[in-house]
């Protein structure tokens, strides 16, 4: 795999966050705020046909982009996210998140509600309400439908034209780089002309949905312009090399200004934040972008002020790291003891015990914890892959559920496939495997898994499993055909 700053190149952002705008007509209220035009209202299947695209296109780039595994730290981003999505306008539309390994500064949405950031990210924004307002800024891109809005051509034009600008993204993310930027920019010459006219309004319409979004969901929406600022300061210093970030989203003086005049005006509903909380998340991003190196950040989370529990968490994430498990788990459960709300602290110490093979142990803290928090899926999978040591069939029961509630989760059908073949369901493994291969781009195989699953179960003669291979044989079909417009 190339460096992700040539895999990925910042422009993906914006033209990513303008196409997630396809023949929408944003509400009236917006359009009166900011004169921004409106192409009349969509019909149900251009909506469709949107997220299919959008959903499609995560499965390229999941195959194709270095992704950043963590459960714990995904979970608190679908947090944020469900806290901001009520108040930024984008009707129901489910949001499923994509962590990058890359330490650049860097977010995205495209359609279909797909939200992605880089572990960089975690690096930049010091604390949670800086993080929040570049989330709340993307869904804002989402909720608005940019793309659309900017685009002056026919109907019937711009389902291509969002299919060949994204196929030009994963070129570019799977390491084409210029070729990439060249196939998306030259089959969208005529169609984004308007739509950059328009763009630093697009920006502002943005920023404003996130403040108010921010606001409405406990934040102080001053954090994006706190933001803007830090953001500002990096383009000066950095000269012709800023972020990519900064790149598709330049900080101007009157775009900082115009933040500072709106977040000034909005009065916060229920003023909610925890930094604490941030900091322990921000440790493992920290951990994970100085892999090689986990004092330089241990170093740069105490030099930035983080709060003491974040360091002694993480200092506990590197002693476990460096085998010294007692001490790791002893540190944990003594944090756990002090913030008795934070889920992720017990969960932190049963993947300690799950990393050093003390399954056991890991079984029972997971347990422990899935009593009080039955859904919380970091722990439902780390008792599952410690359930696979112990109990195949354990597990595999788990995952089926698991699964069932979270079908677009690869490591969980990952998991499902190997519990499966442990415990003699042959036919559903497969059937798992086929799954895990169509979420990570790679639906011919997933088809061809398929096959193999049918046989299974026919053996099995397991009637449930033959019904759901058939019905899934169908979906898998709709996805392949979604995936060769790229």
């Not at 630093?200 to 929406?221: H, K, S, T, V």
């Not at 359930?387 to 698991?402: E, K, V």
């Not at 979270?406 to 442990?422: D, K, S, Y």
Request: with cysteine; aromatic share 6%.
């Amino acid at each position: 795999m190339l460096p992700f700053r040539t895999a990925y190149p910042g422009w993906i952002c914006a033209l990513a966050c303008a196409c997630g705008s396809l023949l929408y007509s944003p509400p009236s209220d917006a359009m009166n705020d900011y004169g921004l035009p409106s192409l009349g209202t969509a019909s149900m299947s251009v909506s469709n046909e949107e997220h299919r695209l959008g959903r499609a296109w995560l499965r390229q780039f999941r195959a194709q982009a270095p992704q950043w595994h963590d459960p714990i730290v995904s979970d608190y981003l679908d947090s944020l996210l469900a806290r901001l999505a009520p108040h930024s306008q984008i009707n129901g539309l489910q949001t499923i998140t994509v962590m990058v390994d890359n330490r650049s500064l860097n977010a995205f949405a495209v359609p279909g509600g797909v939200v992605g950031i880089n572990s960089g990210l975690f690096a930049f924004a010091e604390d949670e309400g800086a993080f929040v307002s570049v989330l709340a800024h993307e869904l804002g891109h989402l909720s608005q439908r940019h793309y659309a809005r900017g685009s002056a051509r026919a109907a019937q034009t711009q389902l291509p034209a969002m299919a060949a600008m994204l196929a030009g993204m994963l070129i570019a993310a799977s390491g084409g780089g210029e070729a990439g930027i060249a196939a998306a920019m030259g089959s969208q010459a005529a169609l984004i002309q308007d739509q950059l006219s328009y763009s630093r309004l697009f920006e502002r319409e943005a920023d404003n949905i996130g403040l108010q979004a921010m606001a409405n969901a406990g934040y102080d929406p001053k954090a994006m312009v706190r933001m803007f600022t830090a953001m500002q300061r990096m383009a000066r210093l950095q000269g012709d090399a800023p972020p990519e970030f900064l790149l598709t989203h330049p900080v101007t003086d009157s775009r900082l200004s115009a933040a500072q005049d709106r977040a000034a005006q909005l009065n916060i509903a229920d003023a909610y934040t925890s930094d604490t909380l941030y900091d322990m998340m921000r440790g493992r991003a920290l951990l994970s972008i100085y892999a090689n190196t986990p004092r330089q950040a241990a170093a740069r989370l105490a030099q930035e002020d983080a709060e003491q529990a974040a360091q002694d968490y993480l200092a506990a994430l590197i002693a476990a790291r460096n085998g010294q498990t007692d001490s790791a788990l002893q540190r944990l459960d003594q944090l756990a003891r002090e913030q008795p709300d934070f889920a992720m602290l017990p969960a932190s110490a049963a993947s300690v015990a799950l990393e050093a093979s003390r399954y056991d142990e890991a079984i029972q803290r997971s347990q422990r914890l899935l009593r009080l928090m039955p859904n919380y899926l970091p722990a439902q999978l780390i008792l599952a892959e410690a359930q696979l040591q112990r109990d195949p069939q354990a597990a595999y029961n788990l995952l089926r559920d698991i699964t069932a509630q979270h079908p677009e989760n690869p490591q969980g059908f990952n998991l499902l496939a190997e519990a499966a073949g442990r415990s003699g369901h042959d036919g559903w493994g497969h059937l798992a495997l086929a799954e895990h291969l169509q979420l990570t781009g790679r639906v011919d195989r997933g088809i061809r898994q398929l096959s193999i699953a049918r046989d299974a179960a026919e053996r099995e003669n397991d009637q449930q499993a033959l019904a759901r291979i058939e019905q899934r044989r169908e979906a898998f079909i709709e996805y392949r055909e979604a995936l060769e417009k790229f």
